[in-house]
């Protein structure tokens, strides 16, 4: 028990070499401070992150937009529950707009909120939809498009930037909820009224 003890005491007192020592701190947090939360230690490339996170931000904008056209033109006799869905998908894909605008500035970038492109820098499309059944469909592939999409910015980031993978994985926590929600409306409806 002593031993291992001491295994642990002299585990934890190397990783305390890797610390810097309190005036190297001060030192550093004094440099290059119109930065803001971007020291020295930050490891990703910047500019690149920068470009996934605005690649993020017009797929949730898009997304936005085609919950809210699914909202307003969701018609028949099981769209009520369905609209309901919609806005709410719509409602948190506008805060995740918001996250990845913030995280865009605090990383010292700006966001493009410009409409300009908006569907061309989006990764998922803007597929309209006709059919309460179609609407459902495009809204799933555009989550399944977001969730791997993130996968993948999350993967990149590896452990070079852990605030802004630690955002991207909650958002993509919420995109897997709604493509959860989806196929089970889906699953339901061609129950119900089989295609």
């Known amino acids: 028990m002593t031993q291992l003890l001491d295994n642990n005491f002299v585990n934890r007192a190397a990783d305390l070499t890797m610390l810097s020592d309190i005036q190297t701190l001060r030192a550093r947090a004094r440099q290059d401070i119109e930065e803001g939360a971007v020291t020295a230690g930050y490891a990703a490339d910047r500019e690149v992150v920068i470009k996934l996170l605005n690649e993020a931000l017009a797929t949730e904008l898009v997304c936005v937009l085609r919950y809210k056209r699914h909202y307003f033109m969701a018609k028949g006799i099981n769209s009520e529950s369905v609209k309901a869905e919609f806005l709410e998908h719509a409602k948190e894909e506008m805060a995740h707009a918001d996250q990845l ?95």
């Not at 010292?108 to 597929?127: T, V």
């Not at 980031?157 to 989806?182: M, W």
């Open 101 to 195: 605008a913030k995280r865009i500035t605090e990383l010292g970038g700006e966001p493009d909120f410009s409409p300009d492109g908006l569907s061309q820098r989006s990764h998922a499309e803007y597929i309209a939809g006709e059919t309460l059944n179609e609407m459902i469909k495009e809204d799933l592939i555009a989550e399944r498009i977001a969730i791997e999409s993130y996968r993948e910015m999350i993967a990149y980031l590896a452990d070079n930037d852990s605030t802004t993978q630690k955002l991207l994985k909650e958002i993509l926590a919420v995109e897997e909820e709604h493509a959860e929600d989806l196929a089970s409306i889906l699953g339901n409806l061609n129950q119900t009224y089989p295609i």
